[in-house]
Protein backbone atom coordinates (compact mmCIF):
# COMPACT_ATOMS: atom_id res chain seq x y z
CA UNK A 1 0.00 0.00 0.00
CA UNK A 2 0.97 3.66 -1.32
CA UNK A 3 0.32 6.36 0.70
CA UNK A 4 0.33 9.70 -1.93
CA UNK A 5 0.72 13.29 0.04
CA UNK A 6 0.57 16.13 -3.09
CA UNK A 7 3.47 18.59 -2.41
CA UNK A 8 1.65 21.45 -1.21
CA UNK A 9 -0.09 19.76 1.04
CA UNK A 10 3.72 18.33 2.66
CA UNK A 11 4.47 21.90 2.71
CA UNK A 12 1.19 22.91 4.60
CA UNK A 13 2.04 19.93 7.23
CA UNK A 14 5.23 21.59 7.17
CA UNK A 15 4.85 25.31 8.17
CA UNK A 16 2.11 24.25 10.48
CA UNK A 17 4.81 22.28 12.27
CA UNK A 18 7.25 24.74 12.32
CA UNK A 19 4.71 27.29 13.77
CA UNK A 20 3.87 25.11 16.51
CA UNK A 21 7.14 23.65 17.06
CA UNK A 22 8.37 23.12 19.77
CA UNK A 23 4.49 21.75 20.69
CA UNK A 24 3.09 18.85 18.95
CA UNK A 25 0.83 19.80 16.07
CA UNK A 26 -1.66 17.17 14.93
CA UNK A 27 -4.73 17.40 12.53
CA UNK A 28 -6.76 15.09 10.01
CA UNK A 29 -5.88 13.25 6.41
CA UNK A 30 -8.89 13.66 3.91
CA UNK A 31 -8.87 11.70 0.31
CA UNK A 32 -9.67 8.21 -0.88
CA UNK A 33 -8.40 4.73 -0.26
CA UNK A 34 -8.36 2.40 -2.70
CA UNK A 35 -6.83 -1.66 -2.55
CA UNK A 36 -3.52 -0.30 -2.89
CA UNK A 37 -3.08 3.41 -2.25
CA UNK A 38 -4.31 5.95 -0.15
CA UNK A 39 -4.27 9.36 -1.94
CA UNK A 40 -4.79 12.43 0.49
CA UNK A 41 -6.36 15.24 -1.00
CA UNK A 42 -6.39 17.44 2.02
CA UNK A 43 -5.47 18.27 5.16
CA UNK A 44 -6.63 19.64 8.09
CA UNK A 45 -5.17 21.34 11.09
CA UNK A 46 -6.83 20.41 14.75
CA UNK A 47 -6.27 21.76 17.91
CA UNK A 48 -4.15 20.04 20.19
CA UNK A 49 -6.34 19.62 23.43
CA UNK A 50 -3.08 18.53 25.88
CA UNK A 51 -1.61 22.06 26.63
CA UNK A 52 -0.40 20.70 29.82
CA UNK A 53 2.03 18.25 27.78
CA UNK A 54 1.90 19.73 24.30
CA UNK A 55 6.05 19.06 23.66
CA UNK A 56 5.23 15.27 24.13
CA UNK A 57 1.43 14.40 23.57
CA UNK A 58 -1.53 15.74 21.39
CA UNK A 59 -5.19 15.04 21.95
CA UNK A 60 -7.22 16.02 18.93
CA UNK A 61 -10.51 18.30 19.59
CA UNK A 62 -12.88 15.89 18.54
CA UNK A 63 -14.59 18.59 17.26
CA UNK A 64 -12.55 18.98 15.07
CA UNK A 65 -12.15 15.48 13.79
CA UNK A 66 -16.05 16.08 13.34
CA UNK A 67 -15.64 18.49 11.28
CA UNK A 68 -13.16 17.45 8.70
CA UNK A 69 -15.80 14.11 8.58
CA UNK A 70 -18.10 16.46 7.77
CA UNK A 71 -15.88 18.21 5.28
CA UNK A 72 -15.02 15.06 3.57
CA UNK A 73 -18.35 13.70 3.25
CA UNK A 74 -19.34 16.84 1.57
CA UNK A 75 -16.24 16.45 -1.26
CA UNK A 76 -17.60 12.58 -1.84
CA UNK A 77 -14.32 11.32 0.15
CA UNK A 78 -12.63 10.02 3.36
CA UNK A 79 -11.11 10.73 6.31
CA UNK A 80 -8.18 7.95 5.85
CA UNK A 81 -6.40 8.93 8.66
CA UNK A 82 -4.00 11.49 11.04
CA UNK A 83 -1.04 13.38 10.81
CA UNK A 84 0.95 15.02 13.90
CA UNK A 85 4.23 16.39 14.66
CA UNK A 86 7.07 14.91 16.35
CA UNK A 87 9.12 17.74 17.94
CA UNK A 88 13.26 16.74 18.37
CA UNK A 89 12.03 13.11 17.74
CA UNK A 90 12.23 10.91 14.86
CA UNK A 91 9.43 9.76 12.56
CA UNK A 92 8.67 6.73 14.55
CA UNK A 93 5.54 6.00 16.23
CA UNK A 94 6.36 5.64 19.99
CA UNK A 95 4.34 3.58 22.56
CA UNK A 96 1.99 6.50 23.02
CA UNK A 97 1.09 6.53 19.76
CA UNK A 98 0.67 2.91 19.54
CA UNK A 99 -1.39 2.81 22.24
CA UNK A 100 -3.95 5.28 20.91
CA UNK A 101 -4.03 4.31 17.20
CA UNK A 102 -6.51 2.99 15.38
CA UNK A 103 -6.58 0.28 12.85
CA UNK A 104 -7.11 1.11 8.85
CA UNK A 105 -5.95 4.77 9.53
CA UNK A 106 -3.17 5.90 8.19
CA UNK A 107 -0.60 8.32 10.82
CA UNK A 108 1.52 10.56 9.11
CA UNK A 109 4.16 11.67 11.54
CA UNK A 110 6.62 14.73 10.55
CA UNK A 111 9.76 15.15 12.46
CA UNK A 112 10.31 18.63 13.17
CA UNK A 113 13.19 20.22 15.36
CA UNK A 114 14.21 23.67 16.11
CA UNK A 115 15.23 24.88 12.81
CA UNK A 116 13.84 22.38 10.24
CA UNK A 117 11.47 19.71 9.10
CA UNK A 118 12.50 16.72 8.39
CA UNK A 119 11.16 13.62 6.04
CA UNK A 120 7.59 12.45 7.34
CA UNK A 121 6.26 9.13 7.21
CA UNK A 122 3.20 7.08 6.96
CA UNK A 123 2.22 4.23 9.56
CA UNK A 124 -0.64 1.65 9.48
CA UNK A 125 -1.45 -0.23 12.53
CA UNK A 126 -2.29 -4.00 11.91
CA UNK A 127 -2.25 -6.94 14.65
CA UNK A 128 1.64 -6.71 14.81
CA UNK A 129 1.83 -2.61 15.62
CA UNK A 130 2.67 -0.29 13.21
CA UNK A 131 3.87 -0.96 9.62
CA UNK A 132 5.28 1.53 7.42
CA UNK A 133 4.03 2.69 4.01
CA UNK A 134 5.79 4.27 1.34
CA UNK A 135 4.99 7.60 0.96
CA UNK A 136 4.83 9.15 -2.35
CA UNK A 137 4.16 12.35 -3.87
CA UNK B 1 -38.86 5.64 17.12
CA UNK B 2 -37.44 7.86 14.41
CA UNK B 3 -34.97 6.96 11.45
CA UNK B 4 -31.49 8.53 12.09
CA UNK B 5 -28.40 7.40 10.71
CA UNK B 6 -25.18 6.45 12.39
CA UNK B 7 -22.03 7.69 10.51
CA UNK B 8 -18.95 4.81 10.95
CA UNK B 9 -15.69 6.26 10.84
CA UNK B 10 -13.47 4.23 8.99
CA UNK B 11 -11.83 2.14 11.73
CA UNK B 12 -14.83 1.12 12.41
CA UNK B 13 -16.06 -0.29 8.89
CA UNK B 14 -14.03 -3.62 9.49
CA UNK B 15 -17.69 -4.53 11.34
CA UNK B 16 -19.82 -2.76 8.98
CA UNK B 17 -18.50 -4.56 6.00
CA UNK B 18 -17.64 -0.94 4.79
CA UNK B 19 -20.43 0.73 5.13
CA UNK B 20 -20.24 4.37 6.30
CA UNK B 21 -23.72 4.65 7.14
CA UNK B 22 -25.94 2.40 9.07
CA UNK B 23 -29.80 3.27 9.08
CA UNK B 24 -31.48 2.51 12.60
CA UNK B 25 -35.02 3.45 14.08
CA UNK B 26 -34.17 4.79 17.45
CA UNK B 27 -35.41 6.71 20.17
CA UNK B 28 -32.19 7.73 22.35
CA UNK B 29 -28.73 7.48 21.45
CA UNK B 30 -28.20 4.10 23.49
CA UNK B 31 -30.82 2.65 21.16
CA UNK B 32 -29.31 3.76 18.36
CA UNK B 33 -26.10 1.85 19.30
CA UNK B 34 -27.41 -1.03 20.99
CA UNK B 35 -29.32 -1.41 17.27
CA UNK B 36 -26.32 -1.29 15.49
CA UNK B 37 -24.53 -3.76 17.85
CA UNK B 38 -27.32 -5.66 17.08
CA UNK B 39 -27.03 -5.89 13.22
CA UNK B 40 -23.21 -5.54 13.12
CA UNK B 41 -21.27 -8.03 15.20
CA UNK B 42 -18.48 -6.93 17.25
CA UNK B 43 -18.85 -2.94 16.84
CA UNK B 44 -20.51 -2.20 20.19
CA UNK B 45 -17.78 -3.57 22.24
CA UNK B 46 -15.58 -0.75 20.51
CA UNK B 47 -18.01 1.77 21.50
CA UNK B 48 -19.46 1.03 25.02
CA UNK B 49 -17.40 -1.07 27.60
CA UNK B 50 -18.95 -3.62 29.71
CA UNK B 51 -20.75 -1.68 31.94
CA UNK B 52 -22.79 -0.27 29.15
CA UNK B 53 -21.13 3.35 29.48
CA UNK B 54 -19.47 5.12 26.74
CA UNK B 55 -15.54 4.21 26.50
CA UNK B 56 -12.90 6.39 27.48
CA UNK B 57 -11.25 6.20 23.21
CA UNK B 58 -15.07 7.11 21.99
CA UNK B 59 -17.07 10.12 21.33
CA UNK B 60 -20.59 10.22 19.86
CA UNK B 61 -22.35 13.27 18.32
CA UNK B 62 -25.61 14.37 17.42
CA UNK B 63 -25.55 16.53 14.87
CA UNK B 64 -22.60 19.09 15.74
CA UNK B 65 -23.23 18.87 19.47
CA UNK B 66 -20.96 16.08 21.60
CA UNK B 67 -23.53 13.82 23.78
CA UNK B 68 -21.54 14.53 26.94
CA UNK B 69 -23.54 18.26 26.77
CA UNK B 70 -26.57 16.59 25.78
CA UNK B 71 -27.82 13.77 27.92
CA UNK B 72 -25.02 11.34 27.37
CA UNK B 73 -26.39 8.06 25.84
CA UNK B 74 -30.16 8.81 27.02
CA UNK B 75 -29.80 12.21 24.67
CA UNK B 76 -32.88 12.01 22.65
CA UNK B 77 -33.30 11.49 18.94
CA UNK B 78 -35.43 12.93 16.44
CA UNK B 79 -36.10 11.97 12.84
CA UNK B 80 -32.94 12.23 10.47
CA UNK B 81 -30.63 12.79 13.06
CA UNK B 82 -27.20 12.26 12.48
CA UNK B 83 -25.39 10.22 14.73
CA UNK B 84 -21.16 10.09 14.49
CA UNK B 85 -19.50 7.74 16.08
CA UNK B 86 -15.97 9.86 16.54
CA UNK B 87 -12.77 8.05 17.60
CA UNK B 88 -10.64 9.82 20.49
CA UNK B 89 -7.67 10.86 18.45
CA UNK B 90 -3.89 10.57 20.71
CA UNK B 91 -0.43 10.58 20.43
CA UNK B 92 2.58 12.18 20.80
CA UNK B 93 6.42 11.67 20.97
CA UNK B 94 5.98 10.68 24.45
CA UNK B 95 7.95 7.31 24.74
CA UNK B 96 9.09 5.28 28.27
CA UNK B 97 10.85 2.86 26.45
CA UNK B 98 12.62 4.89 24.03
CA UNK B 99 16.30 4.97 23.63
CA UNK B 100 18.84 6.46 26.80
CA UNK B 101 22.30 6.94 26.20
CA UNK B 102 23.50 6.72 29.64
CA UNK C 1 25.24 -54.27 77.18
CA UNK C 2 24.34 -50.35 77.95
CA UNK C 3 21.14 -48.72 77.26
CA UNK C 4 22.78 -47.10 74.29
CA UNK C 5 23.67 -50.52 72.79
CA UNK C 6 20.36 -51.86 73.85
CA UNK C 7 18.64 -49.08 71.65
CA UNK C 8 21.14 -49.19 68.26
CA UNK C 9 20.08 -52.97 68.29
CA UNK C 10 16.83 -52.13 68.18
CA UNK C 11 17.01 -49.03 65.96
CA UNK C 12 19.12 -51.88 63.62
CA UNK C 13 15.97 -54.11 63.26
CA UNK C 14 13.63 -51.76 62.78
CA UNK C 15 15.35 -49.56 60.43
CA UNK C 16 16.53 -51.04 56.83
CA UNK C 17 20.47 -50.52 55.91
CA UNK C 18 21.59 -50.33 52.63
CA UNK C 19 24.92 -50.92 51.36
CA UNK C 20 26.68 -47.71 49.57
CA UNK C 21 26.57 -49.49 46.33
CA UNK C 22 23.05 -50.21 46.79
CA UNK C 23 22.17 -46.24 48.24
CA UNK C 24 24.05 -45.20 44.36
CA UNK C 25 21.85 -47.37 42.74
CA UNK C 26 18.51 -45.84 45.13
CA UNK C 27 19.98 -42.38 44.41
CA UNK C 28 19.79 -42.79 40.54
CA UNK C 29 16.35 -44.05 40.75
CA UNK C 30 14.86 -40.98 42.40
CA UNK C 31 15.75 -41.75 46.08
CA UNK C 32 17.67 -38.96 48.09
CA UNK C 33 20.92 -38.99 49.99
CA UNK C 34 20.62 -37.33 53.17
CA UNK C 35 24.32 -36.37 54.56
CA UNK C 36 23.79 -35.84 58.39
CA UNK C 37 27.08 -34.95 59.32
CA UNK C 38 29.00 -32.11 60.66
CA UNK C 39 29.92 -29.35 58.27
CA UNK C 40 33.56 -29.68 58.68
CA UNK C 41 33.27 -33.80 57.90
CA UNK C 42 31.31 -32.33 54.96
CA UNK C 43 33.77 -30.26 53.45
CA UNK C 44 36.66 -33.08 53.40
CA UNK C 45 34.13 -34.38 50.58
CA UNK C 46 30.68 -35.45 49.91
CA UNK C 47 28.49 -37.62 47.34
CA UNK C 48 27.54 -35.56 44.23
CA UNK C 49 24.04 -34.91 44.42
CA UNK C 50 23.74 -35.22 48.57
CA UNK C 51 21.43 -33.34 50.27
CA UNK C 52 23.87 -31.83 52.68
CA UNK C 53 21.36 -30.69 55.81
CA UNK C 54 23.71 -32.29 59.04
CA UNK C 55 22.09 -33.08 62.16
CA UNK C 56 21.45 -30.34 63.58
CA UNK C 57 18.55 -28.71 61.69
CA UNK C 58 17.61 -32.18 60.48
CA UNK C 59 14.19 -31.99 61.57
CA UNK C 60 13.78 -28.29 60.52
CA UNK C 61 15.22 -28.36 57.01
CA UNK C 62 14.11 -31.63 55.90
CA UNK C 63 10.43 -30.45 54.68
CA UNK C 64 11.95 -27.78 52.53
CA UNK C 65 14.59 -30.22 50.92
CA UNK C 66 12.46 -33.25 50.74
CA UNK C 67 8.65 -32.41 50.24
CA UNK C 68 6.80 -35.92 49.39
CA UNK C 69 7.19 -38.21 52.44
CA UNK C 70 7.14 -41.64 49.92
CA UNK C 71 10.46 -40.48 48.19
CA UNK C 72 13.21 -43.27 49.19
CA UNK C 73 15.72 -41.56 51.75
CA UNK C 74 18.93 -42.78 52.07
CA UNK C 75 20.49 -41.42 55.07
CA UNK C 76 24.61 -41.54 56.48
CA UNK C 77 26.75 -40.65 58.30
CA UNK C 78 30.11 -41.59 58.57
CA UNK C 79 30.19 -44.58 59.75
CA UNK C 80 26.74 -45.58 60.45
CA UNK C 81 25.61 -45.02 63.77
CA UNK C 82 24.52 -41.35 63.73
CA UNK C 83 22.61 -42.19 60.75
CA UNK C 84 20.01 -44.42 62.37
CA UNK C 85 19.11 -42.06 65.04
CA UNK C 86 18.16 -39.52 62.77
CA UNK C 87 16.57 -41.77 60.25
CA UNK C 88 14.70 -42.83 63.06
CA UNK C 89 13.74 -39.25 63.15
CA UNK C 90 12.75 -39.20 59.45
CA UNK C 91 10.46 -42.23 59.93
CA UNK C 92 8.64 -40.29 63.24
CA UNK C 93 8.52 -37.39 60.95
CA UNK C 94 6.01 -39.18 58.05
CA UNK C 95 8.72 -40.33 55.44
CA UNK C 96 7.71 -44.11 54.29
CA UNK C 97 10.80 -45.25 53.10
CA UNK C 98 13.89 -44.06 55.48
CA UNK C 99 16.95 -46.14 55.20
CA UNK C 100 20.00 -46.24 56.43
CA UNK C 101 23.45 -46.37 54.61
CA UNK C 102 25.54 -48.60 56.76
CA UNK C 103 29.65 -47.96 57.05
CA UNK C 104 28.54 -44.76 56.01
CA UNK C 105 31.12 -42.21 54.23
CA UNK C 106 33.78 -43.88 54.98
CA UNK C 107 32.77 -47.20 53.40
CA UNK C 108 31.21 -44.97 50.97
CA UNK C 109 34.43 -43.73 50.08
CA UNK C 110 36.52 -47.03 50.79
CA UNK C 111 34.62 -48.22 47.78
CA UNK C 112 35.25 -45.73 45.31
CA UNK C 113 32.00 -44.94 45.18
CA UNK C 114 32.23 -40.84 43.67
CA UNK C 115 32.71 -37.95 45.78
CA UNK C 116 33.33 -34.21 45.30
CA UNK C 117 34.32 -31.42 47.43
CA UNK C 118 31.85 -29.13 48.37
CA UNK C 119 31.91 -25.24 48.92
CA UNK C 120 31.50 -24.38 51.80
CA UNK C 121 31.63 -21.17 53.53
CA UNK C 122 33.73 -20.06 56.21
CA UNK C 123 32.93 -18.98 59.59
CA UNK C 124 33.57 -15.20 58.55
CA UNK C 125 31.39 -15.47 55.56
CA UNK C 126 28.57 -17.12 57.47
CA UNK C 127 28.70 -14.13 59.84
CA UNK C 128 29.09 -11.64 56.57
CA UNK C 129 25.82 -13.21 54.69
CA UNK C 130 23.79 -14.59 58.06
CA UNK C 131 21.11 -11.98 56.55
CA UNK C 132 21.16 -13.67 53.36
CA UNK C 133 21.30 -17.65 54.68
CA UNK C 134 18.42 -16.42 57.00
CA UNK C 135 15.85 -16.75 53.71
CA UNK C 136 15.56 -20.12 52.88
CA UNK C 137 15.28 -18.56 49.06
CA UNK C 138 19.01 -17.93 49.51
CA UNK C 139 20.16 -19.63 52.33
CA UNK C 140 23.71 -21.56 52.01
CA UNK C 141 23.55 -23.41 48.65
CA UNK C 142 22.25 -19.75 47.21
CA UNK C 143 24.88 -17.96 48.74
CA UNK C 144 27.20 -20.58 47.76
CA UNK C 145 26.25 -20.06 44.37
CA UNK C 146 26.93 -15.85 44.64
CA UNK C 147 30.33 -16.45 45.81
CA UNK C 148 31.00 -18.67 43.03
CA UNK C 149 29.58 -16.35 40.08
CA UNK C 150 31.00 -14.10 38.15
CA UNK C 151 29.34 -10.43 36.91
CA UNK C 152 30.78 -8.43 34.64
CA UNK C 153 29.98 -4.54 35.19
CA UNK C 154 30.55 -2.52 32.07
CA UNK C 155 31.05 0.76 33.41
CA UNK C 156 32.09 2.03 37.03
CA UNK C 157 29.61 5.24 36.69
CA UNK C 158 26.31 6.42 38.03
CA UNK C 159 24.88 3.07 37.30
CA UNK C 160 28.22 0.72 37.80
CA UNK C 161 28.67 2.31 40.93
CA UNK C 162 25.38 1.40 43.17
CA UNK C 163 25.31 -1.95 41.36
CA UNK C 164 28.87 -3.23 41.55
CA UNK C 165 29.16 -1.93 45.02
CA UNK C 166 26.10 -3.99 46.38
CA UNK C 167 26.87 -7.28 44.26
CA UNK C 168 30.31 -7.09 46.28
CA UNK C 169 28.14 -6.54 49.20
CA UNK C 170 26.08 -9.12 48.09
CA UNK C 171 28.92 -11.29 47.97
CA UNK C 172 28.97 -11.85 43.93
CA UNK C 173 32.94 -14.10 43.81
CA UNK C 174 34.12 -12.64 40.94
CA UNK C 175 33.33 -8.81 39.85
CA UNK C 176 34.64 -7.82 36.35
CA UNK C 177 34.59 -3.57 35.82
CA UNK C 178 35.35 -2.44 32.30
CA UNK C 179 36.04 1.29 32.22
CA UNK C 180 38.96 3.48 30.52
CA UNK C 181 38.11 6.66 32.01
CA UNK C 182 39.52 8.92 35.28
CA UNK C 183 37.33 10.25 38.07
CA UNK C 184 36.73 14.02 37.58
CA UNK C 185 34.64 16.20 39.57
CA UNK C 186 31.36 16.08 38.16
CA UNK C 187 31.46 12.31 38.60
CA UNK C 188 31.14 12.29 42.21
CA UNK C 189 27.30 14.02 42.04
CA UNK C 190 26.07 10.24 41.50
CA UNK C 191 29.44 7.94 41.33
CA UNK C 192 29.09 6.91 44.65
CA UNK C 193 32.35 4.15 44.35
CA UNK C 194 34.81 7.02 43.56
CA UNK C 195 36.18 10.17 45.90
CA UNK C 196 37.30 13.80 45.88
CA UNK C 197 40.99 12.34 46.55
CA UNK C 198 40.76 10.36 44.03
CA UNK C 199 39.84 12.52 41.25
CA UNK C 200 42.37 12.48 37.86
CA UNK C 201 43.03 8.78 38.89
CA UNK C 202 41.49 5.83 37.36
CA UNK C 203 38.26 4.61 38.00
CA UNK C 204 38.91 0.68 37.22
CA UNK C 205 41.49 1.59 40.30
CA UNK C 206 39.12 3.42 42.47
CA UNK C 207 36.27 1.07 42.43
CA UNK C 208 38.60 -1.77 43.23
CA UNK C 209 39.44 -0.02 46.11
CA UNK C 210 36.38 1.19 47.40
CA UNK C 211 35.08 -1.98 46.91
CA UNK C 212 37.90 -4.23 48.81
CA UNK C 213 37.51 -2.36 51.66
CA UNK C 214 33.73 -2.71 51.93
CA UNK C 215 34.09 -6.78 50.81
CA UNK C 216 38.03 -7.76 50.83
CA UNK C 217 36.68 -11.53 49.37
CA UNK C 218 35.20 -10.14 45.92
CA UNK C 219 38.05 -10.77 43.23
CA UNK C 220 37.85 -7.66 40.80
CA UNK C 221 38.89 -8.06 37.78
CA UNK C 222 39.84 -4.76 36.72
CA UNK C 223 39.56 -4.12 33.17
CA UNK C 224 40.88 -0.54 32.50
CA UNK C 225 40.18 -0.51 28.34
CA UNK C 226 38.23 1.03 26.10
CA UNK C 227 35.35 -1.95 25.07
CA UNK C 228 35.54 -2.67 21.21
CA UNK C 229 34.66 -5.39 18.94
CA UNK C 230 38.25 -6.51 19.34
CA UNK C 231 38.10 -6.96 22.97
CA UNK C 232 34.53 -7.42 24.05
CA UNK C 233 35.05 -11.76 23.86
CA UNK C 234 37.83 -11.70 25.53
CA UNK C 235 36.63 -9.62 28.07
CA UNK C 236 32.81 -11.26 28.48
CA UNK C 237 33.96 -14.66 28.28
CA UNK C 238 33.68 -16.64 31.48
CA UNK C 239 31.16 -14.05 33.23
CA UNK C 240 27.41 -15.63 34.05
CA UNK C 241 26.02 -12.12 33.68
CA UNK C 242 26.58 -8.62 32.10
CA UNK C 243 25.18 -5.23 33.52
CA UNK C 244 25.53 -2.35 30.92
CA UNK C 245 26.16 0.84 33.00
CA UNK C 246 27.35 2.25 30.11
CA UNK C 247 27.07 5.90 28.82
CA UNK C 248 26.77 5.85 25.15
CA UNK C 249 25.03 4.29 21.96
CA UNK C 250 27.47 2.72 20.28
CA UNK C 251 28.87 0.68 23.68
CA UNK C 252 25.48 -0.44 24.26
CA UNK C 253 25.04 -1.71 20.62
CA UNK C 254 28.73 -3.44 21.02
CA UNK C 255 27.65 -4.93 24.61
CA UNK C 256 24.26 -6.63 23.12
CA UNK C 257 25.80 -8.07 19.99
CA UNK C 258 28.44 -9.77 22.09
CA UNK C 259 26.12 -10.55 25.15
CA UNK C 260 23.81 -12.34 22.41
CA UNK C 261 26.94 -13.66 20.55
CA UNK C 262 27.58 -15.49 23.77
CA UNK C 263 24.18 -15.74 24.98
CA UNK C 264 24.80 -14.44 27.86
CA UNK C 265 21.80 -12.00 30.33
CA UNK C 266 22.10 -8.58 29.45
CA UNK C 267 21.24 -6.70 32.48
CA UNK C 268 20.22 -2.99 30.93
CA UNK C 269 19.63 0.32 32.95
CA UNK C 270 19.45 3.55 31.43
CA UNK C 271 18.72 7.06 32.78
CA UNK C 272 18.03 10.06 31.77
CA UNK C 273 17.17 13.61 33.79
CA UNK C 274 14.40 12.12 36.07
CA UNK C 275 13.63 8.79 34.36
CA UNK C 276 15.03 5.59 34.15
CA UNK C 277 14.68 2.26 32.33
CA UNK C 278 15.55 -1.73 33.85
CA UNK C 279 15.20 -4.88 31.53
CA UNK C 280 16.87 -7.89 31.14
CA UNK C 281 17.98 -8.65 27.37
CA UNK C 282 18.04 -12.24 26.79
CA UNK C 283 17.23 -14.21 23.88
CA UNK C 284 18.71 -17.39 25.17
CA UNK C 285 16.78 -17.02 28.79
CA UNK C 286 15.69 -20.80 29.35
CA UNK C 287 11.99 -19.93 30.56
CA UNK C 288 10.88 -17.50 27.52
CA UNK C 289 12.98 -16.14 24.93
CA UNK C 290 13.28 -12.22 25.62
CA UNK C 291 14.11 -9.74 22.84
CA UNK C 292 17.85 -8.16 22.55
CA UNK C 293 18.64 -4.53 22.64
CA UNK C 294 18.63 -4.23 18.34
CA UNK C 295 14.76 -5.80 18.44
CA UNK C 296 13.84 -2.88 20.63
CA UNK C 297 15.73 -0.54 19.06
CA UNK C 298 17.09 -1.51 15.59
CA UNK C 299 18.82 1.82 14.49
CA UNK C 300 20.46 4.23 16.72
CA UNK C 301 18.39 7.30 17.43
CA UNK C 302 20.28 10.90 15.93
CA UNK C 303 22.81 12.00 18.60
CA UNK C 304 20.60 15.14 18.76
CA UNK C 305 17.03 13.41 19.47
CA UNK C 306 18.84 11.69 22.82
CA UNK C 307 21.54 13.69 24.29
CA UNK C 308 23.83 12.06 26.96
CA UNK C 309 23.93 13.17 30.50
CA UNK C 310 26.39 15.07 29.68
CA UNK C 311 24.76 17.01 27.99
CA UNK C 312 21.16 16.74 29.41
CA UNK C 313 22.03 16.35 32.99
CA UNK C 314 20.80 13.47 35.38
CA UNK C 315 19.50 13.96 38.75
CA UNK C 316 22.12 12.46 40.97
CA UNK C 317 20.14 9.77 42.86
CA UNK C 318 18.00 8.20 39.51
CA UNK C 319 21.14 6.22 38.46
CA UNK C 320 21.60 4.67 41.94
CA UNK C 321 17.67 3.25 42.02
CA UNK C 322 18.39 1.92 38.34
CA UNK C 323 22.05 0.37 39.09
CA UNK C 324 20.16 -0.79 42.42
CA UNK C 325 17.12 -2.62 40.23
CA UNK C 326 20.20 -4.24 37.83
CA UNK C 327 21.65 -5.52 40.87
CA UNK C 328 18.93 -7.35 41.59
CA UNK C 329 18.42 -8.72 38.31
CA UNK C 330 21.56 -9.96 38.31
CA UNK C 331 21.27 -11.63 41.76
CA UNK C 332 17.58 -13.49 41.04
CA UNK C 333 19.55 -14.85 37.80
CA UNK C 334 21.87 -16.64 39.34
CA UNK C 335 19.84 -17.84 41.94
CA UNK C 336 17.30 -18.53 39.73
CA UNK C 337 14.52 -16.38 42.19
CA UNK C 338 11.41 -14.99 40.95
CA UNK C 339 10.94 -13.51 37.23
CA UNK C 340 13.24 -11.42 35.51
CA UNK C 341 12.67 -8.16 33.65
CA UNK C 342 13.24 -10.85 30.32
CA UNK C 343 10.61 -9.04 27.84
CA UNK C 344 9.54 -6.53 30.20
CA UNK C 345 10.78 -2.99 30.56
CA UNK C 346 10.51 -1.32 34.13
CA UNK C 347 9.74 1.98 33.46
CA UNK C 348 10.77 5.07 36.68
CA UNK C 349 9.80 8.40 36.67
CA UNK C 350 11.24 10.50 39.04
CA UNK C 351 9.11 13.13 39.53
CA UNK C 352 6.05 11.11 39.56
CA UNK C 353 7.70 8.10 41.80
CA UNK C 354 5.84 5.60 39.92
CA UNK C 355 7.05 2.48 38.03
CA UNK C 356 5.41 1.61 34.72
CA UNK C 357 6.22 -2.10 32.96
CA UNK C 358 6.12 -1.96 28.89
CA UNK C 359 5.94 -5.42 27.63
CA UNK C 360 8.78 -5.75 24.94
CA UNK C 361 8.34 -8.35 22.14
CA UNK C 362 11.21 -9.89 20.35
CA UNK C 363 11.80 -9.13 17.19
CA UNK C 364 11.45 -11.87 14.59
CA UNK C 365 13.01 -9.73 11.72
CA UNK C 366 15.65 -9.17 14.44
CA UNK C 367 19.11 -9.62 12.55
CA UNK C 368 21.03 -10.63 15.67
CA UNK C 369 18.71 -12.61 18.04
CA UNK C 370 16.39 -14.15 15.60
CA UNK C 371 15.62 -18.06 15.98
CA UNK C 372 17.22 -18.82 12.24
CA UNK C 373 19.81 -15.82 12.70
CA UNK C 374 23.46 -16.40 12.37
CA UNK C 375 25.62 -13.78 14.24
CA UNK C 376 26.39 -11.10 11.17
CA UNK C 377 29.77 -10.25 13.14
CA UNK C 378 30.58 -7.04 14.96
CA UNK C 379 30.51 -3.91 13.24
CA UNK C 380 32.15 -0.31 13.53
CA UNK C 381 29.64 0.71 16.04
CA UNK C 382 30.83 4.36 16.41
CA UNK C 383 30.41 4.77 12.93
CA UNK C 384 26.93 3.11 13.20
CA UNK C 385 25.65 5.23 15.80
CA UNK C 386 27.14 8.55 13.62
CA UNK C 387 25.11 7.29 10.49
CA UNK C 388 22.07 7.82 12.50
CA UNK C 389 19.38 10.27 11.01
Not at chain 1, 10 to 36: N, S
Not at chain 3, 19 to 39: F, Y
Not at chain 3, 93 to 99: A, C, D, K, N, P
Not at chain 3, 134 to 139: A, D, K, T
Request: net charge neutral; aromatic share 6%.
Amino acid sequence: MTVRLPRNLRHALEAWAREDYPQEACGVLIGRQTGTEVAISDVVRGRNLNTERAPDRFELDPQDLLRAEERALSLGLDVVGIWHTHPDHPARPSETDRAHAWEAWIYLIVPVRKDEVGEPRAWRLNRNGFAEKELKS
Amino acid sequence: MNTVSVRIPMPLRSYTRGADEIMVDAATVRQALELLGTQHEGILDRVLDPSGELRQFVNIFVGARNVQVLDGLATPLAKGDVISIIPAVAGGRHDRSRPMAC
Amino acid sequence: MTARDRWLAELQRAIPEITPHDALALQARGGALIDVREADEIAQGSPPGALRLGRGFLELRIGLAVPQTARPLIVFCASGIRSLFAAETLARLGYTQVHSMSGGFSRWKAEGLPVEVPFTLDHAARERYSRHLLMPEVGESGQAKLVQSRVLVVGAGGLGSPSSFYLAAAGIGTLGIVDHDVVERSNLQRQILHTEERVGTSKVASARKTIAALNPTVKINGHEAQLSSANVEEIFGGYDVVIDGTDNFPTRYLVNDACVKLGLPNVHGSVYRFEGQVTVFWPRYPKRAGPCYRCLYPAPPPADLAPSCAEAGVLGVLPGIVGLLQANEAIKLLLGLGDPLVGRLLYFDGLRSSFTELALDRSPACRYCAADAKFPGYVDYERFCAMAA
